[in-house]
């Protein structure tokens, strides 16, 4: 029974800042890329960021560049997600995903192996 559980997600205004967790259980995350996605009502969803199973690399959307830090901590079976400056635009549920580092340590939306049910964050006044 492999399970990713995300929490964090609030209500927040605009320039302010929340930290997601992603934890894992009935696996390790040592041997697993990470990564985050997210999903506005009605639109599309869209890779965030991602994380190598080691943390040595990692990668953004142009979104959320200089903005947002993806970090883990493969002791406590746990990745983050920290976001600051946070925009309206920024609202959406956010989910984290896993891929087994055999493939490869990126993060295609259409191959992560597992989901987790997501948590919402609602940027707005």
């Known amino acids: 029974q492999l399970q990713l559980v995300e929490s964090g997600g609030g209500l927040v205004q605009p320039g302010g800042s929340l930290r997601l967790s992603c934890a894992a259980s009935?696996?390790?995350?040592?041997?697993?890329?990470m990564g985050w996605f997210r999903q506005a009502p009605g639109k599309e969803r869209e890779g965030v960021s991602c994380?190598?199973?080691?943390?040595?690399?990692?990668s953004y959307a142009d979104s959320v560049k200089g903005r947002f830090t993806i970090s883990r901590d493969n002791a406590k079976n746990t990745v983050y997600l920290q976001m600051n400056s946070l925009k309206p635009e920024d609202t959406a549920v956010y989910y984290c995903?896993?891929?087994?580092?055999?493939?490869?340590?990126?993060?295609?939306?259409?191959?992560?192996?597992?989901w987790g049910k997501g948590t919402l964050v609602n940027v707005s006044l």
């Open positions: 995903a896993t891929r087994h580092r055999l493939f490869d340590s990126t993060c295609p939306p259409g191959g992560m192996q597992y």
């Open positions: 009935g696996f390790t995350l040592d041997y697993y890329t």
């Open positions: 994380i190598s199973s080691s943390g040595s690399t990692s």
